[in-house]
């Protein structure tokens, strides 16, 4: 008991330190560190837009020709003796650079994409873990009131087995519930401290308490997921596949390799210069077969596109159907079943005032009434989970 009342003493402490949901997620999107690594790409993609279309850069020669074993330094021995400077450079010819740019464009926004996927998912998973934490900490109090009451049925029970109206084992189970709820209350304290934990894992700040509303309302999903950064990051990446097919058409075409390189001689003969192409060959059909490579990429990620759609298609409509049964559980719970058991409670004591009733049945019809709230907590736990989860999917919509 001691160690309740600190727990929840500490709950209480901690309150006016409480943290929207919406405050948990701003942190977490400004100091995640997986959010600051794609940032880091986007940043570097953005630099490789600025290259992409750079020439190779030149090749400086320096060299001597012609060099005599018996006088490495005489350079008046023949005509061709000579030192030399060359510079040799790679031309690109036909649209290679242009298309090497939009792949860098596409690249960075297949990135951008992907941040923003990232942020959906922690959003999503913030919202999830912190439904459960106010969920299970409602749970935690209505379990101190279910002990409050078998610690009340098992003093009545001794009283009333001194007087040989029960028997032994009915003490003895009581303990045996008590004990049993002790170990469920821990359990449940200990999965109420791990998910504050899994939130500052991803948020990197101390979260103490959350301050968030638990109002349930029936939910429509927005079926639209057209522009989600998932998908889009598929289309960006069919739009490159097809820009490096084009690259490996383009490629038939080789490029030129200029060369110019100029001879110093003796001064008994006249120095000259010496020009040269280097044109590669397409003839072994290398870039061909690169072309179909990339053609079939491009069928394959048109293919997990169309498998992506039909699964978010899937995962909407069960999560909806999810949310609508959870929903209407919940209500029944809450607004049928609930109150009629409290109505049974009234009758209870109205026929103990009279003596018509063992104390007995009062207490445990209360502990009934609490074991239907639970059953209602359960069902709000799994309406807010699917509800966070959706928020991937609708992009919070």
Same mark, same amino acid.
């Given at each position: ?27 977490? !999107? ?125 003093? !009545? ?161 069960? !999560? ?78």
């Amino acid at each position: 008991m001691f160690k309740n009342a600190i727990f929840f003493a500490f709950l209480t402490i901690t309150s006016a330190y409480a943290q929207s949901i919406e405050e948990i997620v701003e942190n977490t !999107l400004n100091n995640n560190y997986d959010l600051k690594s794609i940032q880091n790409s986007i940043f570097i993609a953005k630099e490789q837009i600025k290259i992409s279309q750079n020439w190779k850069n030149p090749t400086l020669t320096l060299g001597a020709n012609d060099i005599q074993s018996s006088n490495l330094f005489a350079r008046d021995l023949e005509p061709m003796q000579a030192i030399y400077i060359g510079l040799s450079q790679i031309v690109p010819i036909g649209d290679k650079q242009k298309l090497k740019k939009d792949l860098s464009l596409k690249q960075k926004d297949i990135e951008q994409f992907l941040l923003k996927d990232k942020k959906l998912q922690l959003k999503a998973k913030i919202y999830e873990y912190s439904y459960t934490i106010l969920v299970l900490e409602k749970k935690y109090i209505l379990l101190n009131q279910y002990e409050k009451n078998l610690n009340s049925l098992l003093k !009545l029970l001794n009283a009333l087995y001194g007087n040989t109206q029960v028997t032994q084992n009915s003490i003895l189970n009581t303990d045996i519930k008590i004990v049993k709820l002790k170990l469920k209350k821990e359990n449940l304290k200990n999965t109420i401290k791990t998910l504050y934990l899994k939130l500052e894992e991803l948020s990197f700040s101390k979260i103490s308490k959350i301050d968030a509303s638990l109002n349930m309302k029936t939910k429509e999903l927005k079926k639209d997921f057209d522009n989600h950064p998932k998908i889009m990051m598929l289309v960006k990446s069919i739009d490159k596949s097809r820009l490096s097919s084009k690259l490996e058409e383009a490629k038939k075409t080789s490029d030129i390799k200029v060369n110019i390189s100029y001879f110093s001689r003796d001064k008994k003969y006249k120095d000259y210069v010496n020009f040269s192409l280097n044109i590669p060959l397409s003839v072994y059909g290398t870039e061909s077969i690169k072309v179909l490579k990339a053609k079939i990429k491009t069928k394959k990620i048109k293919d997990n596109l169309k498998t992506l759609k039909q699964k978010f298609k899937i995962s909407l409509d069960i !999560l909806q159907e999810n949310i609508n049964t959870t929903y209407l559980t919940y209500n029944l719970l809450k607004k049928t079943i609930i109150p009629l058991k409290n109505k049974v409670q009234e009758n209870l004591e109205t026929y103990n005032s009279f003596n018509q009733i063992k104390p007995q049945d009062n207490i445990k019809n209360l502990n009934e009434i609490i074991s239907y709230k639970l059953q209602a907590l359960d069902e709000m736990n799994k309406y807010f989970s699917f509800m966070s989860k959706s928020i991937y999917f609708t992009q919070g919509l």
